[in-house]
T-cell receptor, first 114, second 113 residues
Framework: NAGVTQTPKFRILKIGQSMTLQCTQD?????MYWYRQDPGMGLKLIYY???????DKGEVPNGYNVSRSTTEDFPLRLELAAPSQTSVYFC?????????????FGQGTRLTVV | RKEVEQDPGPFNVPEGATVAFNCTYS??????FFWYRQDCRKEPKLLMS???SGNEDGRFTAQLNRASQYISLLIRDSKLSDSATYLC??????????????FGAGTRLAVHP
């Protein structure tokens, strides 16, 4: 069972370049999330989705876009990369956000913008 | 004020010690709470959910105090393998009726021989 798969694992971007971070899950989860984690810091919610076709902003959405055309996939798009977007990006999914629900995370994408 | 706040630590304890972490949350509408564990340069993984009545899983005990809006994690008989960052998580409501998971910054624990 693959769980949550993120690609790529590492990427170096130049300022102003664009890229898409891929995330796919095979658990048929409704909820999916994108977080970023800066060094020594906690996770900050960028965007989330409660189902195919529905997305909403989290705490730090500026500079990012998402789409959710299928239940399985939730890509994160960076249009004009900036050094402030250097971070580790985690995608996660869960069946719901209720008390007994576990969120499963991908292994992360380490992004450096230079 | 951050929605979920934790003492960043680090907590440096010897093997066998008992250590407790607290976490406060600001959104009184938060309905679900969790503790996640994150090892260095790895993804977070669920340690345990937190129930209103308190719950225990082996050496780990979680408590929720809704009146004071804090949750706690107690680790007894610490092991070297417990060294990690412990993330407090609250599930709170958006105005649209959907839940979101908000993570604290984490508390670092280092267990030494």
């Amino acid at each position: 069972n693959a769980g949550v798969t993120q690609t790529p694992k590492f990427r170096i971007l130049k300022i102003g370049q664009s890229m898409t971070l891929q995330c796919t899950q095979d658990m048929n989860h409704n909820y999916m999330y994108w977080y970023r984690q800066d060094p020594g810091m906690g996770l900050k919610l960028i965007y989330y989705s409660v189902g195919a076709g529905i997305t909403d902003k989290g705490e730090v959405p500026n500079g990012y876009n998402v789409s959710r055309s299928t239940t399985e996939d939730f890509p994160l798009r960076l249009e004009l990369a900036a050094p402030s977007q250097t971070s580790v990006y985690f995608c996660a999914s869960s069946y719901s956000t209720g008390r007994n629900t576990e969120a499963f995370f991908g292994q992360g994408t380490r992004l450096t913008v230079v | 004020r951050k929605e979920v706040e934790q003492d960043p630590g680090p907590f440096n304890v010897p093997e066998g010690a008992t250590v407790a972490f607290n976490c406060t949350y600001s959104n009184s509408a938060s309905q679900s709470f969790f503790w996640y564990r994150q090892d260095c340069r790895k993804e977070p993984k669920l340690l345990m959910s937190v129930y209103s009545s308190g719950n225990e899983d082996g050496r780990f005990t979680a408590q929720l105090n809704r009146a004071s809006q804090y949750i706690s994690l107690l680790i007894r008989d610490s092991k070297l393998s417990d060294s990690a960052t412990y993330l407090c998580v609250g599930g709170s409501m958006f105005s649209g009726g959907y839940n979101k998971l908000i993570f604290g910054a984490g508390t670092r624990l280092a267990v030494h021989p």
